[in-house]
């Protein structure tokens, strides 16, 4: 059975606090000095939350997006959000939205990302987001708060959102980094329901190198039994996807692909480990369609996501496994 024809869903808000409009170019070579003649962009919205909406869509899933937008950009990114048929609330930003560029080098195929830092905001902005956020969070749904914080918004960003919705029914998944992640991952009075993150980050949190899949799912249940979150998912890139959670400890295999670009698909994980969820799947099948839609993304040049068809072969050849 495809993902796409498994009916019945918990509503999801994504939640987009720094979001970006995504150029993409290519080049015939990336040098110092020289105006490069860049092919014409591709435009895409972009930040984590967004990413997660659209990726959901493609699966054929439901979202609605909450967004903080600001400025022309943030009007542009808005059109761009509703030619695609996503439900957005807008949060009004402090300032213009970003942009972000990924150019590609022809010659060597590689792929160089520059992103800015976003608009400055102030307390009276990071209180505002957080009771907009509450105030649409549905008690039966999940919230997904992905990407990064925006300059001024507090690394405890998450953790206080973990406090507000908690009690309250949503299921909050969170997936960040650098001090944002440390500070949810040391949190013990409100646990996030689903904590999300890469190889690296998770060893910069035990302290200590996770060389083995067992390792890293040891490190996983370790976080998970500390309070933190519920459950805990660690990326292992090229050797897939480990989620501890207290119905048990899966690995999923990264589908062998030809990759492309890999902008996009840690959000697309995020998106199909979320919908999997949503649509009362078992944890192992979530975890392998999060597995799917990476890998579909992978497949997928510049800023575009993953394509249905894709994820619907991958993920009926899904390899998850108990460890």
Aim: net charge negative; charged share 20%.
């Amino acid at each position: 059975m495809t993902p796409a024809v498994r009916a019945g869903q918990a509503p999801v808000l994504t939640v987009t606090l720094n979001p970006a409009l995504d150029l993409s170019t290519s080049v015939d070579e990336v040098v110092p000095e020289l105006k490069l003649r860049c092919d014409a962009p591709t435009v895409d919205p972009g930040g984590g939350g967004i990413n997660v909406s659209r990726a959901i869509a493609r699966m054929g899933g439901r979202s609605t997006a909450l967004v903080a937008l600001g400025g022309p950009t943030g009007k542009r990114m808005c059109d761009l959000l509703a030619e695609e048929g996503l439900p957005v609330v807008r949060l009004d930003g402090p300032g213009e939205t970003r942009h972000s560029m990924a150019v590609t080098d022809r010659g060597t195929g590689e792929q160089y990302r520059f992103v800015l830092p976003g608009p400055e905001w102030d307390p009276i902005d990071v209180r505002q987001a957080l009771d907009a956020v509450v105030s649409i969070a549905r008690p039966d749904g999940i919230v997904v708060l992905s990407g990064s914080n925006p300059p001024g918004v507090p690394a405890e960003f998450a953790a206080l959102l973990a406090a507000r919705l908690w009690g309250t029914g949503s299921r909050l998944f969170v997936d960040t980094s650098g001090a944002a992640l440390a500070t949810v991952a040391a949190g013990r009075d409100a646990p996030v329901d689903v904590l999300r993150m890469d190889e690296a980050e998770g060893q910069g949190l035990a302290g200590r190198d996770l060389p083995s899949r067992a390792d890293t799912a040891d490190f996983a249940s370790e976080l998970a039994a500390s309070g933190a979150a519920r459950a805990v998912i660690v990326a292992r890139g090229a050797d897939g996807n480990i989620v501890a959670s207290p119905e048990g400890r899966w690995h999923a295999e990264a589908p062998p692909v030809r990759v492309v670009s890999k902008v996009g698909a840690g959000d697309s994980f995020v998106a199909g480990y979320a919908l999997g969820l949503a649509r009362g799947w078992p944890v192992p099948d979530a975890l392998g369609l999060g597995a799917a839609a990476a890998a579909a993304t992978c497949m997928t040049p510049a800023t575009e996501l993953c394509r249905p068809d894709d994820v619907a072969r991958l993920y009926a050849e899904r390899v998850v496994t108990p460890i």
